[in-house]
Nanobody, 123 residues
Framework: QVQLVESGGGLVQAGGSLRLSCAAS????????MAWFRQAPGKEREFVSG????????YYADSVKGRFTISRDNAKNTVYLQMNSLKPEDTAVYYC????????????????WGQGTQVTVSA
């Protein structure tokens, strides 16, 4: 019912920036939230940031606060993740996800996922 297409990943040096995009299509929920997760090799998928579609309510993992910014463009049905001051520890596959209702940090509560985009930060 909902399709998510991600873009913007790549290779960047420590201290650099990347902007990830997640375009949503298809029939979505009346009230929903979108979020970014990431998963490094051998590690559990972790919550990075989330946003209500109205853009008013946002949440960030402690590890990215002050460096990452989530935003949305309703006209384009797109959510963005601006990543600044990147560190090697940020290296992971980044996933966009959507769920009905409020923002949560639990992967199991999101019904739809994007394909993932690789972010690699070199030292």
């Amino acid at each position: 019912q909902v399709q998510l297409v991600e873009s913007g990943g790549g290779l960047v040096q420590a201290g650099g920036s990347l902007r990830l995009s997640c375009a949503a299509s298809g029939r979505t929920f009346s009230s929903y939230s979108m979020a970014w997760f990431r998963q490094a090799p051998g590690k559990e998928r972790e919550f990075v940031s989330g946003i209500r579609w109205n853009g008013i309510t946002t949440y960030y993992a402690d590890s990215v606060k002050g460096r990452f910014t989530i935003s949305r463009d309703n006209a384009k049905n797109t959510v963005y993740l601006q990543m600044n001051s990147l560190k090697p520890e940020d290296t992971a596959v980044y996933y966009c996800a959507v769920r009905s209702g409020t923002i949560t940090s639990s992967t199991s509560e999101y019904a739809y996922w994007g394909q993932g985009t690789q972010v690699t930060v070199s030292a």
